[in-house]
């Protein structure tokens, strides 16, 4: 099933942070982040797995509450470059169809100067 | 080499041809996919190739022909396709064993598809 990500969009002025929220009503073994910039493939920036492990970016934090299905992308102090659509990605174990990552309608994020 | 090239980057094609997409990765990555994404929409997964066999068929028409002739090559062929199915075409690909939900995707940068 696919996670519902909010909100559907957010404008910030350079600086300003921002949050952006992931949820599954099913279990989850792993919660993906995706930027993508307009006619660009999508950039891996973080993975958060069951059981506390992060993998990403150092400059990204981000969070997954197990119990809730819920991850949020934390951006704090927002450049122009974080400008793009984020799209979470989830997979509810690992092999065969399990495995496979099923995304968000994504979250278009406008970095303003 | 830790990218993922598709050929072409964009294609035009009428409803009565035949054309591939091309994708190749030299990471070692033993899981290859094909995703199709429209304006403004998430990336939806078509097939997923898993140590150079076929895995998963998202229920894709028969007008789109995936092959995977070796671990490092990845070719998605098209025939009599309609106008609805232009889109950006996305390869990725991951390591083997757990696979994306462990390890995530490398993005191709996409073949973006016009069908007249």
């Known amino acids: 099933q696919q996670p519902v990500q909010s909100p559907q969009a957010v404008i910030l002025r350079e600086g300003e942070d921002a949050v952006i929220n992931c949820s599954s009503s099913k279990a989850l073994y792993s919660v993906h982040w995706y930027r993508q910039k307009h006619g660009e493939a999508p950039v891996f920036l973080m993975i958060?797995?069951?059981?506390?492990e992060q993998k990403g970016h150092e400059k990204i934090s981000a969070s997954f509450n197990e119990k809730k299905q819920q991850s949020s992308l934390y951006l704090t102090a927002s450049q122009l470059s974080y400008s793009g659509t984020y799209f979470c990605?989830?997979?509810?174990?690992?092999?065969?169809?399990?495995?496979?990552?099923?995304f968000g309608k994504g979250t278009k994020l406008s970095v303003k100067p | 080499d830790t990218e993922v090239t598709q050929t072409p980057k964009h294609l035009v094609m009428g409803m009565t041809n035949k054309k591939s997409l091309k994708c190749e990765q030299h990471?070692?990555?033993?899981?290859m996919y094909w995703y199709k994404q429209k304006a403004k929409k998430p990336p939806e997964l078509m097939f997923v190739y898993s140590y150079e066999k076929l895995s998963i068929n998202e229920s894709v028409p028969s007008r789109f022909s995936p092959e995977c002739p070796n671990s490092s090559l990845l070719n998605l062929h098209l025939h009599a396709l309609q106008p609805e199915d232009s889109a950006l075409y996305l390869c990725?690909?991951?390591?083997?064993?757990?696979?994306?939900?462990?390890?995530?995707?490398?993005f191709g940068s996409g073949t973006r598809l016009t069908v007249v």
């Open positions: 990725a690909s991951s390591q083997g064993g757990r696979g994306p939900s462990f390890y995530g995707y490398t």
């Open positions: 990471m070692g990555h033993r899981a």
């Open positions: 990605g989830t997979a509810k174990g690992y092999g065969g169809s399990q495995g496979n990552l099923i």
């Open positions: 958060l797995l069951k059981g506390g």
